[in-house]
């Protein structure tokens, strides 16, 4: 495939994009939203998906330049950019072929979203703004890079539409991370750190005043949104 495919306003759009993901990827690193053993961004644009390239955190520790993004079609099949396809692209494609709606994805390591990864302990929410998402499911296992983890990301996103449109949905795949899909990349990165951030208030929370306490005050809050209505 060749650059002649763009027409000069995609061409732009997509320039803009991989800027965009660069600075991003930057972010998510130095909030400690992933580390250097991985993650992957992702943007639609039309029909091209914009996504970092494998080793973005092991080799570049998310120091991307936006030449650095890669731009394939929704099978995978490089436009432009060198190197490889992050190996966990396949449920990045996954997702946007099945939820035509979302138009970003962030995969994760988060730090605090990982005790739970590690627990298999889904995350419910403790804070007015991270109600929207609902609780954040734990899916069943399957490798990293696996088709059987693009299968099960997709069937836990799935009924979850409404939630891409208002803003994400994301769900924890065990012993690994968060994978989070919404409406733009913006909404998804604010996504991912509301969800760590809610983690980790979890995790302080049950610690200061201990767990049945905590899951008081938790159903304080569902029933204070809920008469807020
Ligand atoms: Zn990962």
């Known amino acids: 495939m060749t650059e002649a495919l763009l ?11 991989r800027a965009h993901i660069a600075e991003i990827g930057r972010l ?10 991985g993650g992957n961004i992702s ?7 914009c996504l970092t390239p494998r080793y973005s955190g092991s080799k570049r520790r998310w120091h991307l330049q936006p030449e650095d993004v890669l731009v394939v079609d929704l099978d995978g099949n490089k436009l432009l950019g060198e190197g490889d396809l992050s190996r966990e692209s396949k449920v ?8 035509p709606d979302g138009q970003a994805v962030i995969h994760a390591h988060p730090q605090h979203v990982l005790v739970f990864a590690v627990t298999r302990q889904p995350i419910p929410p403790v804070l007015e703004c991270t109600v929207k998402f609902g609780v954040i499911p734990v899916i069943p296992f399957a490798p990293a890079h696996s088709e059987a983890l693009a299968e099960h990301v997709a069937s836990a996103i799935r009924g979850q ?10 769900v924890i795949a ?8 919404g409406k733009d990349l913006d909404a998804v990165f604010d996504a991912v750190e509301r969800i760590d951030t809610n983690a980790r208030l979890i995790l302080q929370g049950r610690a200061l005043i201990g767990a049945d306490a905590f899951t008081q005050a938790q159903a304080a809050l569902l029933d204070a949104v809920a008469g807020a209505h």
């Open 7 to 17: 027409t000069p306003t995609l061409s732009e759009a997509i320039e803009r994009t």
């Open 92 to 99: 990045h494609l996954r997702l946007y072929r099945e939820f």
């Open 161 to 170: 539409e409404a939630r891409i449109r208002k803003q994400a949905a994301a």
């Open 174 to 181: 065990p012993w690994h991370g968060l994978f989070c899909i």
């Open 28 to 37: 998510l690193y130095e909030r400690r939203l992933t580390d250097a053993s």
């Open 43 to 49: 943007v639609r644009v039309g029909d091209w998906i």
